[in-house]
């Protein structure tokens, strides 16, 4: 999701620490400076929708437990980030409880790519939400219709009339990308 510098009127002595203890609303904290994520479409929610639905469901069918959140915050290297659609399994809720902010990624998160995101700085969030903590990142292009899947090791991209499905959290869910897009 594009992100942009929040209004002036948000105090800029306000740090990291202030974030983790009462994250403002829509924002992210990035490399030092509180960002407010960017109004997002109407085309974005129903898939965000979708998305938070069909694992919600899929994790009380299955019996595999957990919480399925939106707009939830998180810690990452030392930034604080707010996936569109994130999993969280009963283990880290046991081990964590309720915090104001999770103290590491989730271990499944999405994030649902507007047309004036970059690619590089899509690929470069994956990477991080990687490398503190979540195992699988999805990568969600609504315009191209395009679900990319991230794993540390590997990379696999679902298209119209294909079933995307996880690879390593929330085992044996899928849905057919037309229809989570739809």
Sequence with gaps: MVITTVRENISTEYSLENWLQSPLEGTEWVNGELLEK????????????????????????????????????????????????????????????????????????AEIISPTDLAEDMIAKSQEYLQSGSTEVWLVFPENRWIIVITKTQRL?????????????????NVAVDELLA
């Excluded at 991209?157 to 869910?173: C, K, N, P």
């Design 38 to 109: 960017e109004e997002v479409t109407l085309k974005h929610s129903r898939i965000q929708g979708n998305l938070y639905f069909y694992w919600r469901n899929y994790k009380d069918a299955s019996g595999q437990g957990g919480e399925v959140y939106t707009e939830v915050p998180c810690l990452t290297n030392k930034q604080g980030r707010r996936p569109d659609v994130a999993y969280l399994t009963p283990e880290l809720m046991q081990q964590f409880g309720e915090p104001a902010v999770l103290p590491q990624s989730f271990p499944l998160v």
């Design 157 to 173: 991209v679902f298209i119209d009339g294909e079933l995307v499905h996880t690879q390593t959290v929330l085992t044996g869910f």
